[in-house]
């Protein structure tokens, strides 16, 4: 009896040696964020990648009850309330101004329970992220927040 041998051949496409591999994120357009923080030092340092990875031009605020989004006259691409107080201005501020706001707005909560994210969209947000958080993860979430909007828009 004669043996037969037969021998599988799985094709494979021929790769290059160095293969380019997309950027983890892609380059974002930049433009203007208004960042609305009850802790602004802490904010501009949390904050910092958006500028200098994103190419956005931050622009910082403190979240006081008298805050008023008329006098802000700037168009911006997107609103951050960075949270720190469970019951703090940034949660009343993003309340009282999301009703007039054609922007995206998105939450940094700081030491937050689930609670707290609840009510981050009760209060309006479209997005959040929970600190401490790594930088790479921010960039990710502002850039699928603003993929919808590539126009820079008022915000009232």
């Given amino acids: 009896m ?13 790769t290059p040696r160095s293969v380019a591999r997309p950027p983890l994120l892609e380059p974002l357009e930049g433009g203007r964020v208004l960042c609305v923080a009850e802790d602004p030092q802490r904010a501009k340092r949390d904050l910092a990648p958006l500028a200098k990875n994103g190419g956005y031009e931050v622009d910082f605020r403190d979240a006081s009850p008298g805050e008023s989004l008329e006098a802000l ?22 309340e009282r101004w999301r009703t007039r706001l054609s922007v995206p707005v998105f939450v940094v909560l700081h030491g937050a329970a689930r609670h707290d994210v609840l009510r981050a969209y009760q209060a309006g947000a479209d ?12 960039l990710a979430r502002v850039q699928a927040l603003l993929r919808r909007q590539r126009v820079a828009q008022p915000i009232v």
């Fill in 127 to 138: 997005a959040y992220i929970l600190a401490p958080f790594d930088h790479r993860e921010l």
């Fill in 73 to 94: 006259g700037k168009l911006y691409r997107m609103v951050v309330f960075d949270v720190s107080q469970p019951n703090g201005p940034g949660y009343r501020l993003c």
């Fill in 2 to 14: 004669v043996e037969e041998q037969r021998h599988v051949r799985i094709y494979t496409e021929p």
